[in-house]
């Protein structure tokens, strides 16, 4: 069959499954592609002073509702994406150009309305702020002048922009690493190395009175788990210590160290494969319960 | 050694198994979610020490006793990381337990709306404001949790209604994370439980559970048992959570009568979400393990006949 063939035989077959799932939908059996009329339900909570709700009224209106479109919309772009998995197609490129665009423009709003504004604008220019009714409070509160220091670093910044004056931005960057670096440093040294370190240093032999019961009630099961931890860590670190020769004694250690980072990673991609066929159950689940409406929830 | 008409005709069916289009494999896999979503097969659920371990943790606090529970996830991990929302929120309202919500992430802040709007309709009598206050997202990552770490109003001066802390009967006897008796975060990536493992719970002193996909799982098993006290790491842990919340439930509404129970569990096992999809998460499994095992003997059947050529 040739190609223009095989591309109409494609149509004809989407344009007929197309035609059938709007007539389910025109049915009630499942939601409807089209704006529709819906209750939406506004609670209005009374308090006291104290901020104990007194009393709740719920207001009903009359609404129309884009769900219905939106979830058609969304098992499309759902479709479009898997379809990758037959061959590249210009579906799985509109899909995943839309997501590429979408996300950028979100993390820039979400930028601007969740860090500019209460955290630059509702420092700088309060006043300004509470007029617009943005924040609530703001009102007649003084401005915090040192809030211009992170004005100024977040345009020169932007200067990285520019082919001329770019290295001014290498400034702000530096604040930023260090600022995070010293944030950063003594949590890190405390928690994932003093404590670990600690948390390595456990009894190779264990009795009645010391077990652990994460692993096993069991003394014997407990020391064998403890001197196995013991092993894992030594070997494990003796793999990248590379001061010294892998051969003899530090040779084999190595090679165990090896075959305990082998365990370790393929525990890891056992977990990962599990975490993906888990988001895969759960697009199946919009697909054939939220949109087809063929799984009863 | 090349393949010569004999052993090409000896071995066909070897190498269509070894050569097999990808697609095929992939159709598999679609047909073993498919299915058992459509047949919604049931496994039991056996669960495993360090769940049981978690649920404990949680089980132990007594009525009035103060948790913070964090949603740092967004609609992309909702499969894995919303039945552990659930099970944990309504563990915290059948326990009435005082919940006080926050968000690093900025959806997780509509994640935990849609928790709650969906267990307030089997809760109602709990209040806003006096069981349970949203403080909403804050960007900031592990900034936000130093702040907390001494004084909630200086990051949250109100709630996400605009609600000024100092109104809200809830938020009266607390000032920091130190106030509090638990920390549950619901993580799906940074910021997450790492974070508040190192910026919260260590440098607070405060026991800390938490829920991760399953990427981040072997991650955080470092961090157990003394700085991280409990972890459900998937969606394997979320359906064995449930099924102990369950049991306990089914208990205390049937007493000592085993049919009761086990017909209390078969019912409230349609709305955990967890063990529905752990049935089509559990056959995927075992076909993928399938075709690792088919892998591996077309693999050694080849080194075997590279050797011998």
């Given amino acids: 069959m040739s190609k223009q063939a095989k591309l109409i035989v494609f149509f004809v077959i989407v344009g007929i499954l197309f035609a059938v799932l709007l007539v389910r939908a025109s049915q009630n059996k499942m939601i409807k592609p089209w704006p529709t009329k819906t209750t939406v339900e506004y609670k209005q909570m009374e308090t006291d002073e104290a901020g104990v709700v007194m009393s709740e009224t719920i207001e009903t209106k009359q609404v129309f509702s884009w769900k219905g479109f939106w979830t058609w919309f969304a098992a499309f772009l759902t479709l479009c994406i898997i379809s990758f998995l037959y061959d590249d197609n210009p579906f799985y490129k509109f899909a995943e150009h839309l997501f590429v665009g979408v996300s950028a423009a979100y993390w820039m709003v979400m930028g601007f309305w969740t860090t500019l504004v209460p955290n630059l604008f509702g420092k700088l220019t309060p006043g300004l702020v509470a007029k617009t009714g943005l924040i609530e409070g703001l009102e007649g509160v003084p401005w915090t002048w040192h809030y211009i220091f992170p004005l100024l670093l977040g345009i020169v910044l932007l200067m990285r922009l520019s082919s001329k004056y770019g290295w001014v931005s290498r400034w702000s960057l530096a604040f930023i690493v260090g600022t995070t670096a010293g944030l950063n440093f003594v949590q890190y040294l405390v928690s994932d190395f003093m404590m670990q370190i600690s948390q390595s240093l456990k009894p190779l032999i264990v009795t009645a009175a010391n077990v652990d019961p994460i692993i096993s009630t069991s003394p014997v099961i407990c020391s064998l788990s403890n001197i196995l931890l013991f092993l894992g860590v030594f070997c494990g670190l003796i793999y990248f210590f590379f001061s010294v020769e892998h051969k003899g004694f530090f040779g084999a250690a190595s090679r165990v160290g090896i075959w305990i980072l082998m365990v370790s990673f393929g525990a890891s991609f056992g977990f990962t494969v599990m975490g993906r066929i888990a988001l895969l159950v759960g697009r199946m689940e919009f697909l054939f319960a939220d949109w087809l409406n063929i799984i009863v929830q | ?309």
Wanted: proline share 6%; with cysteine; charged share 25%.
């Fill in chain 2, 1 to 309: 050694m090349a393949d010569t008409p004999e052993t090409t005709k000896k071995t066909g069916w070897y190498q269509k198994v070894r050569d097999i289009d990808r697609r095929i494999i992939f159709l598999f896999i679609a047909l073993a979610v498919i299915i058992p979503l459509l047949l919604q097969p049931s496994f039991p659920e056996f669960p495993a020490q360090l769940v049981k371990d978690t649920f404990a943790e949680m089980d132990k606090l007594p009525e009035g006793s103060k948790i913070l529970m964090a949603f740092d996830y967004d609609p992309a991990s909702e499969p894995e990381l919303q039945p552990m929302a659930t099970v944990w929120t309504r563990h915290a309202f059948e326990n009435k337990l005082k919940i006080y919500i926050v968000a690093l992430w900025p959806l997780g802040q509509n994640m935990a709306e849609d928790t709650l709007n969906e267990l307030l309709k089997e809760y109602p009598d709990r209040k806003y404001g006096v069981d349970y206050v949203n403080l909403g997202f804050k960007s900031g990552g592990q900034g936000v949790i130093n702040v907390i770490l001494t004084d909630f109003a200086k990051m949250y001066p109100t709630d996400v209604y605009n609600k000024p802390l100092s109104q809200i009967p809830i938020m009266k006897d607390v000032k920091s994370i130190k106030d509090m008796d638990l920390i549950i975060n619901i993580s799906a990536g940074f910021p997450g439980l790492k974070e508040w493992v190192q910026f919260g719970a260590d440098p607070a002193g405060v026991r800390i559970i938490g829920g991760s996909t399953a990427v981040q799982a072997p991650l955080l098993y470092p961090y157990i048992p003394n700085q991280l006290h409990g972890l459900l790491g998937g969606l394997k842990a979320a359906a064995e959570y449930e099924e102990l919340a369950d049991r306990k439930l089914c208990g205390m509404k049937c007493g000592q009568d085993a049919e009761c129970i086990d017909s209390c569990i078969k019912e409230y096992a349609k709305r955990d979400k967890g063990k529905v999809r752990m049935g089509a998460q559990a056959i995927a499994h075992m076909v993928i393990m399938a075709f690792i095992i088919i892998g591996n003997i077309t693999f050694f059947i080849d080194r075997r006949r590279e050797r011998k050529g």
